[in-house]
């Protein structure tokens, strides 16, 4: 089968929020979630059109639309979280109100939502706490003092949640401490079922860990961590994109680029890596089953973006491209675009 790409549709955000810092925290085929320091946008996945817009930040799994929650305003003095209203993801309908049985106060209040909890870090007399609640009752489950980033951006998995650096799991059953391994700020890829975490071990020149499930060390990698899914794991080399399957270090797919492009955001699926090549101004999809590729779109010919590499690069250093099943979705500046992945028997 070969494959091809057509532009479905693009959409400004600019007239629904102020900031340009936003990401798409979900992307499906019929629903995209587009989050921003504002508030957060619901997307129909068909058609581009925006179906509602919520005010205020929101919290929900990484990369799953529900359970979603307004968690009302966490200001960066003090702050109090007493009540979460859980959201619709698709209608932006409220459906339910969830009142904490202790509600939070404190300094610096960060909201984070997976496995099933509501977890609050809070600062409670000059000590970070992480206090964990059911997300559908709102009743207390535990409470643990708290290590890593203050920004709380947990990684859940299915029995657990990683906070980062140190590195540290946290057992989601009752907060207990699982293991802890020493790194550099802030990469964290991992499988589903926590049976293999890879973290940040070093930087100039980068190095990275494959950590199994007690938190043994298993093995180091010399390069950036990019991405994993539950087959492989995806890292840059300052050169060459790799590609290798949890467990070992032979690669299934090694694509070289230009070094100084080293930046340049990839996105990894099941079946395939998706990357910008020397030029920076081309997105391939290749494929990791037959090592085959495929273009998906020329940005220079499409929106005009200048040929010097820097101005090309800018507006994707940070923003990978987003996969669904049937498209792949690209952020620019304050636009996002869709394109239909395209399927034809070989000739």
């Keep these: ?25 979900v992307v499906s085929d019929d629903l995209i979630l587009l989050t921003t320091a504002d508030g957060i946008l619901g997307i129909d996945g068909s058609s581009g059109q925006v179906r509602w817009v919520g005010n205020g930040p929101h919290a929900h799994p990484k990369g799953e639309p529900a359970p979603l929650y307004r968690v009302g305003t966490l200001a960066p003095g003090f702050a109090s979280v007493d009540e979460l209203v859980e959201i619709e993801p698709r209608s932006g309908e409220e459906l339910a109100h969830v009142k904490l049985e202790n509600p939070q106060s404190g300094s610096n209040l960060r909201v984070a939502i997976g496995g099933g909890l509501i977890v609050i870090r809070k600062q409670n007399r000059g000590a970070d706490e992480f206090v964990a609640f059911d997300s559908k ?30 590195y540290q799991a946290y057992a989601l059953a009752d907060g ?4 802890t391994v020493s790194g550099t700020c802030c990469d964290l890829q991992a499988k589903a079922d926590g049976s293999r975490v890879y973290v940040r071990t070093g930087e100039d020149p980068d190095t990275f860990a494959e950590i199994d499930k007690v938190g043994d060390r298993v093995r180091d990698f010399a390069g950036r961590l990019i991405a994993a899914t539950d087959i492989h794991v995806a ?4 050169g060459e994109l790799r ?6 270090d032979t690669p299934v797919a090694a694509i070289g680029y230009a070094p100084e492009l080293r930046h340049v ?6 079946d395939a890596i998706f990357y910008f ?7 391939w999809r290749h494929d990791l089953r037959n090592n085959t590729k495929a273009r998906v779109v020329t940005l220079r010919k499409t929106v005009g973006f200048s040929t010097e590499r820097a101005q090309v690069l800018e507006p994707f250093l940070s923003l990978p491209p987003k996969i669904s099943s049937s498209r792949v979705y690209l952020m620019e500046r304050s636009t996002l675009r ?5 399927w034809a028997p070989k000739p």
Aim: hydrophobic content about 45%; proline content about 5%; glycine content about 4%.
């Design 176 to 179: 207990r401490t699982r293991w």
């Design 243 to 248: 590609v290798v399957e949890h467990g070992s």
């Design 1 to 25: 089968m070969d494959v091809s790409f057509e532009e479905a549709w693009s959409i400004s955000i600019d007239p629904y929020v102020s900031e340009s810092d936003w990401d798409a925290s």
């Design 338 to 342: 869709a394109f239909n992945v395209v």
């Design 137 to 166: 009752s709102g009743k207390s489950r535990w409470s643990a003092p708290a290590v890593g980033d203050a920004l709380f951006e947990p990684y859940f998995l299915s029995e657990e949640f990683i906070v980062r650096t140190p």
């Design 265 to 270: 955001a990839v996105a990894l699926t099941l």
């Design 235 to 238: 890292f840059d080399t300052g």
């Design 277 to 283: 090549d020397q030029d920076a101004d081309t997105l």
